[in-house]
């Protein structure tokens, strides 16, 4: 753009106005000089003084000071003055030079000419923020300055001096820099947001031609994005989409998309084929058409982050058919996916993670994940960014169901710590996408050591102190899947894991509840641990639950019967009888009857108790405690047995003689049998003895 005619116009009146002020001026200047002169000399020859018409300046007045510059640099540090004039001539300066071509225009970039412009357009002075929004006009047709002006956001600025209020040269660069600007899919989106589409449309019944042509391009790049907008809205609907597939649209969209020179528009054109490819049928056009191969080519070589996050966005959405899925497993999806996580763009990294949880659907594709790209979404658990953690758990959690190999590439990656300390995580969906991974990672002991070995245990009890029933549905049911192992049930039991467990019971989410009544059950697998639940609550709270018809769940009542099946003094005390498959053990104890809301005392506490008139307890012991082997009596003769008394008789007799005579009884090494009896027969007498 070389100027305009309102500007020239405007111009040459002004020229002519302060040549004609300045000639006059100079006459009278020439006048009083020649004049004044004179009479000053003859009164100073004459030795008079010379009285002065004008009074001196003050001294604290500043000399006018006229400085004649022949670089930029020196105009550009003057649009840092607090004086209007020098602001204003600097301005008019810098916009001859920019206008002379575009390696001015790179050199004021460089100098820092922009970020100063941008403040000065927005000045009280009307002169000054004239000739700084005809800078902005001029500069802005170089690419460079066009984004840094993105980046200083001065399109505000630039839409505030379309006001009706401002000069008709304002309006003229002000729409030529917005027409230059237009060219990028932030700025028109930027436009909008300012509603500078209304004052564009005003300036349409702009008097000057410039003004006009201005806003008409401006208006013409904001529409077209308009146009695909509106098409990206109404082909969420089945019967658009149908309409634009016979109207042929995505042949239209796909030349878009392959015009570098329409790259502003790429974005929005593939917003539309992405809702297109929800159809199968789409889908198998696009593909014989060879058009599902650009975009899937167009998406792994554009360097916009937005476009390549739309394409990643397609392919989730239309994965979720399964001829779809099958269709870009023969695409080869998976490769131009794996190459999107490697980008810087977090934004582009999460819709990468998506599509590939939707095509892990696909058995084949999934395999080739597992050999290409699990290790890269591993790695992505650790990033800053929170919305790619999630993605990457939740596509890890797709990934191991179902496959233990890629469970077990965790442990091989070494990142088992890392899943554990995403427990902790502020993000809600990261904790619950994690606690499905360790679900799945549990099926296999040698992980479960592992992640045992890293305080998987602990780390859940302290999860289940959330107020997310998101997070306490996963996190319940995860450690559930852990406490199959006696180790982990100590290690959550010492975390005070089941008191927090125990407390869920009570929630009023029914999930939850359900939930927490089924790790109850598992966790209720050993004595120590069933004897702890029900020191903290659980029977009462299980039994009460039980009545209820609102709360009951279909695990409430296993949960009650697993806790007496491994306290069966409790259950004998609670049901009167036990059942044919409870074996008792060491430690079992009948309390007898205990009054309404009364808790059974552990056997440690009664072992405490002083001795009272209550009934007694009493105590099973299976064990057969060591016999102590007493020393030998001394040998005495022995009479001879009678006949008809047995040796049992015998020994019965002599120790009521002992007892009597209160002397010891003799006793030989060998007795004599009595008659009738062998020695086989005896020692068969001596174990039913022993035996009874």
């Known amino acids: 753009h070389n100027g305009s005619g309102a500007l020239d116009r405007q111009r040459a009146s002004e020229t002519e106005g302060r040549r004609a002020e300045v000639c006059g001026i100079a006459r009278a200047g ?47 540090l003057m649009l840092q003055s607090p004086e209007e004039e020098i602001l204003a001539k600097s301005c008019e300066a810098l916009y001859k030079f920019a206008q002379k071509g575009d390696e001015n225009k790179v050199t004021l970039l460089g100098l820092g000419a922009v970020e100063s ?83 564009l449309i005003r300036l349409l019944g702009s008097p000057d031609p410039d003004v006009e042509k201005n806003a008409v391009e401006c208006l013409y790049l904001l529409t077209q994005q308009l146009s695909l907008k509106t098409l990206g809205s ?14 042929q649209a995505l042949d239209h969209l796909l030349k878009i998309l392959e015009a570098k020179e329409l790259n502003d528009l790429h974005v929005e054109a593939l917003l539309i084929i992405a809702n297109c490819l929800e159809d199968v049928d789409t889908v198998q056009l696009l593909q014989q058409s060879g058009g599902l191969k650009k975009i899937l080519t167009f998406a792994e070589t554009s360097p916009l982050p937005e476009l390549q996050r739309n394409a990643a966005k ?26 999107l996580l490697a980008s810087d763009n977090n934004g582009v990294k999460a819709a990468a993670l998506q599509a590939i949880s939707a095509l892990c659907a696909n058995v084949a594709s999934k395999d080739v994940f597992s050999k290409s790209g ?82 998987v245990m602990p780390a859940l ?25 006696a180790e982990a049930r100590t290690q959550f039991r010492d975390a005070d894991g089941l008191l927090h467990l125990v407390k869920l019971l009570r929630s009023n989410h029914d999930e939850v509840r359900r939930n927490a009544c089924w790790a109850i059950a598992v966790f209720a697998n050993d004595e120590v641990t069933a004897s702890e639940l029900y020191r903290l609550g659980t029977f009462d709270v299980l039994q009460e639950m039980n009545l209820s018809t609102s709360r009951r769940n279909s695990f409430s009542e296993l949960a009650e019967n697993k806790l007496l099946d491994n306290n069966l003094s409790l259950k004998y005390n609670q049901k009167g009888h036990l059942s044919y498959g409870n074996l008792i053990k060491d430690r079992f104890y009948d309390h007898g009857r205990l009054k309404p809301g009364a808790k ?37 003769d022995k009479p001879e047995p009678n006949p008809g008394r047995s040796p049992s008789s015998h020994s019965r007799s002599a120790s009521r003689e002992k007892a009597g005579r209160n002397a010891p009884s003799p006793v030989d090494d060998k007795q004599e049998l009595p008659s009738g009896r062998s020695p086989s027969q005896s020692r068969s007498a001596h174990k039913e003895k022993s035996s009874r």
């Open 461 to 485: 009890a302290a999860t289940l102190q959330t107020d997310s029933s998101l997070v306490l549905r996963k996190a319940i049911f995860t450690a559930a899947a852990f406490a199959c192992d």
């Open 30 to 76: 020439r006048y009083l000089v020649d004049r004044g002169g004179r009479k000053a000399l003859k009164k100073n020859r004459m030795g008079k003084k010379i009285k002065k018409d004008l009074e001196a300046p003050p001294k604290d007045v500043f000399d006018p000071l006229a400085i004649e510059s022949k670089k930029a640099e020196t105009a550009v």
């Open 117 to 199: 412009l941008s403040k000065l357009i927005c000045h009280e002075a009307k002169t000054v923020r004239r000739n700084a929004t005809m800078v902005c006009g001029i500069m802005a047709a170089h690419g460079d300055v066009r984004k840094l002006m993105q980046k200083l956001d001065m399109i505000p600025s630039l839409i505030a001096r379309l006001a009706p209020e401002e000069d008709t040269v304002v309006h003229e660069f002000a729409t030529l820099c917005l027409a230059h600007m237009a060219n990028t899919f932030t700025s028109k989106a930027r436009i909008f947001e300012v509603n500078g589409l209304e004052h």
């Open 314 to 339: 397609a392919i989730a959405k239309s994965a979720h058919n399964a001829e779809s899925r099958k269709i870009f497993h023969e695409q080869e999806a998976e490769k131009v996916l794996v190459e």
């Open 374 to 455: 699990i290790l890269q979404i591993i790695n992505l658990l650790s990033k800053d960014q929170a919305e790619v953690r999630e993605a990457a758990a939740f596509t890890l959690a797709d990934l191991t169901t179902g496959c233990p190999n890629n469970a077990a590439a965790l442990l091989e990656a070494d990142r088992v710590d890392a899943l554990v300390n995403l427990l902790t995580d502020k993000r809600e969906g990261v904790i619950a996408n994690v606690c499905t991974v360790l679900i799945n990672m549990a099926a296999q002991e040698p992980l479960r050591i592992a992640l045992q070995s890293q305080g």
């Open 234 to 247: 109404i082909s969420c609907e089945a019967e658009c989409r149908l309409a634009l597939k016979e109207s």
């Open 600 to 636: 059974l005392p552990s056997l440690e506490e009664l072992s405490k108790q002083m001795l009272n008139q209550s009934r007694a307890v009493l105590l099973v012991n299976t064990t057969v405690p060591e016999p102590v082997t007493p020393s030998p009596p001394p040998v005495e």
